[in-house]
């Protein structure tokens, strides 16, 4: 098969696109014909070495896939050659202490499609049959790929980790980022109002039109100031955080006593300070999450297929324009999800 993968570590010039060995499937396994490929930051972290590939190199990227399938194992039963699917990017025990609680994200072998195994930049894939959900009709595989991870880990954030309630307050960081314009429409979905933030006033039409009362230019604009002018000096019940590093510290500032900031990344630095006075007086959460479960993306399905929720796309590349594709992304271009497709 064809597929972009790197040797070494380093930028978007150490992608090769050309033939690399086709998928082995187990017999609970599936092949899936990759017909969209999400990019997400992980990629990005893969690739310049700060997230090493545990299979080691040569790797192929890509955690968010749908497609159809192409192959099924002797043990797999109910899916279809052709049928649309989507890949929950999960992969877990399912016999450790906290897969049996039910909390299988932190599973002590947890791996995610794309990071632990080989993943979506290509034109094959291989996971579990059990990691594989119906793409419904009405959503197409570009929007199906645009969810797996930026949706699915907003939504847990939102729902599960902070228990938005309808008529809170919410800081989105990063509007412009998968996550961020994912964040922005489940918050309003569950009846909260949004302010958010982002890194160029291009962006700021967006973040409007997802939902937010309020975009803040981060770079011109002291967001936290920004975000207490809007709540009358209150501050925010939730804010979702993906930076790291000063983000998340001044994000504790934004908050109001008894606020929870989620924190499900650190694009910047995975390093940060805390005044922990300011935590311990206020009583704030500080949550930090991963992704959510396979029923959770099914409900988002059923959003995305009904029109309440709708993935951005910024832009699609052919595959084997892989390497530019990874450049818009580090370049910070892009208004939403970058896709690969084939």
């Not at 729902?159 to 989105?172: D, I, S, Y």
């Amino acid at each position: 098969m064809k597929a972009a993968y790197f040797k070494e570590h380093g930028g978007a010039e150490k992608l090769v696109y050309g033939e690399y060995k086709d998928p082995a499937p187990e017999p609970t396994d599936v092949v899936v014909r990759v017909r969209a490929c999400a990019l997400n930051q992980v990629d990005m972290l893969l690739l310049d070495g700060r997230f090493p590939p545990p299979e080691g190199l040569p790797h192929v990227n890509g955690c968010e896939v749908a497609g159809t399938v192409e192959t099924a194992g002797a043990a797999v039963k109910g899916l279809t050659t052709g049928q649309r699917v989507i890949i929950f990017p999960g992969f877990s025990c399912g016999s450790c202490e906290y897969c049996l609680r039910g909390e299988r994200t932190v599973c002590v072998r947890y791996g995610y499609l794309g990071a632990h195994k080989d993943g979506g930049y290509a034109e094959l894939v291989k996971a579990p049959a059990a990691n594989l959900l119906p793409l419904p009709e009405a959503v197409s595989f570009e929007a199906g790929a645009a969810l797996p991870l930026a949706f699915l880990t907003s939504w847990h954030a939102l729902v599960v980790k902070a228990r938005l309630e309808p008529g809170q307050t919410v800081l989105v960081q990063a509007a412009g980022s998968g996550v961020g314009s994912a964040a922005i429409q489940i918050a309003r979905l569950m009846g909260a109002r949004v302010i958010t933030t982002v890194g160029s006033d291009d962006k700021v039409e967006l973040a409007k039109a997802l939902g937010a009362e309020r975009v803040v230019n981060y770079r011109t604009q002291d967001f936290v100031e920004e975000t207490k002018r809007w709540t009358n000096k209150r501050g925010v019940d939730v804010v979702i955080e993906h930076i790291g590093g000063e983000t998340l510290e001044q994000s504790t500032y934004a908050l109001t006593r008894l606020g929870t900031l989620v924190t499900i990344g650190s694009h910047d630095t995975h390093w940060s300070r805390l005044d922990l006075r300011h935590v311990y007086s206020k009583n704030l959460r500080i949550v930090g999450t991963n992704l959510g479960s396979i029923l959770e993306l099914r409900t988002i399905l059923d959003y995305v297929a009904e029109g309440r929720l709708r993935p951005v796309i910024d832009r699609a590349f052919p595959l084997a324009d892989a390497r530019a594709a990874v450049q818009h992304v580090l370049d910070r271009r892009n208004k939403g999800k970058v896709l690969l497709v084939s």
